[in-house]
């Protein structure tokens, strides 16, 4: 079989290890899918494992691939595997063990692959896996937000935190939020309100929320605290050892680190199908380019305002 391009690195670092290589196409294990990609995403996840954030579960074997969340259509699969099959168009996320999404090819299990509806390009499909999972485990199964609830988002206007604030809305609770000031209309038309600046005065919040979800990782905990009705729940997306330990205690705080759960990815593919969850997209690039595209967003933050796509088209 002839070769594939894949984005890999041969040691753990900065922006500067990743390469663009030939490699032999992977092949599917038992319960695991073959994806010929369209379309992959990237998210902060992606340098930080890279950078060796993650070695404990990672490990130090190399050459290792890049990216997680992919688009694109079932090329092969491996023994076990029922739900999924050759030729059908899917969204999903490799592991964190594997990784892998930036290439012309990736494996993943199928748990964590999901048919792409009808309704979603590629592109669109491949920005929602792992933003989308994280903030429906939090808002649907942590906190279990229904109608009449209220929920605030700490960083509205993120991946995790527009998804969240539109899973929420969904299931009839109201919103508010923060992020920078000069994006507090774009907040506001999600249905966002009040919005707050990062830095705000939760006095006059006080009490208000059934749901304080952080997917900054920078709000004070005495914040949060004062933020929350009682019975409710502090969610933080954005694990330490620190916070890790504080999640094991008894109280509100929770650390989530989202599972590849095939009914949750289900639930947020059905939603975006719907067109009730939308991620913006700030750009573009092919394969070839994807490099320079991916050192921009982790070095600079740039484009703001939706995610990176990489496309193998």
């Known amino acids: 079989m ?4 894949r984005i890999q690195y041969h040691q753990y ?55 997680h969340d992919f688009a694109g259509v079932v090329e092969a699969v491996g023994d076990g595997v029922t739900r999924l099959r050759v030729g059908d168009a899917v969204m999903g996320g490799t592991s964190i063990r594997t990784a892998g999404a930036f290439a012309e090819m990736a494996v993943a299990e199928e748990r964590a692959v999901v048919l792409k509806p ?63 000031p000069t994006a507090a209309r774009e907040a506001r038309g999600l249905g966002v ?25 920078t709000l004070p905990p005495k914040a949060a605290r004062t933020l929350l009705r009682p019975g409710g729940h502090i969610v933080d997306i954005n694990p330490t050892p620190a916070k890790l330990a504080k999640s094991a205690l008894p109280g509100p705080f929770q650390v989530l680190i989202a599972q590849p759960v095939t009914e949750d990815l289900e639930a947020v593919a059905r939603a975006a199908g719907e ?5 913006p997209i700030a ?28 496309t193998t088209r």
């Open 2 to 5: 002839a070769t594939i391009r």
């Open 13 to 67: 670092g900065g922006p500067e290890v990743m390469r663009l290589e030939d490699v032999e196409p992977p092949r599917p294990g038992a319960g695991e899918v073959l994806v010929r990609v369209r379309a992959a995403a990237a998210n902060p996840m992606d340098w930080g494992i890279r950078r060796g954030n993650l070695k404990v579960v990672t490990g130090r074997s190399f050459p290792r691939g890049v990216g």
């Open 118 to 180: 009808e309704e979603l390009s590629f592109e669109e499909a491949a920005a929602i896996p792992t933003v989308g999972l994280t903030a429906y485990q939090a808002v649907a199964g942590r906190a279990e937000v229904r109608a009449g609830q209220a929920v605030f988002v700490h960083g509205c206007l993120g991946g995790v935190g527009r998804s969240a604030v539109q899973i929420a809305a969904m299931r009839g609770a109201s919103v508010a939020g923060s992020c920078r």
């Open 193 to 217: 309100d009040p919005v707050v600046a990062f830095d705000f005065d939760p006095a006059p919040l006080a009490g208000r929320f059934d749901l304080v979800l952080d997917t900054a990782g």
């Open 275 to 279: 067109g009730a969850l939308r991620l």
């Open 283 to 310: 750009r573009t690039a092919p394969l070839a380019e994807a490099i320079d595209a991916l050192t921009e967003l982790e070095v600079h933050g740039t484009p703001k305002g939706g995610k990176v796509v990489i």
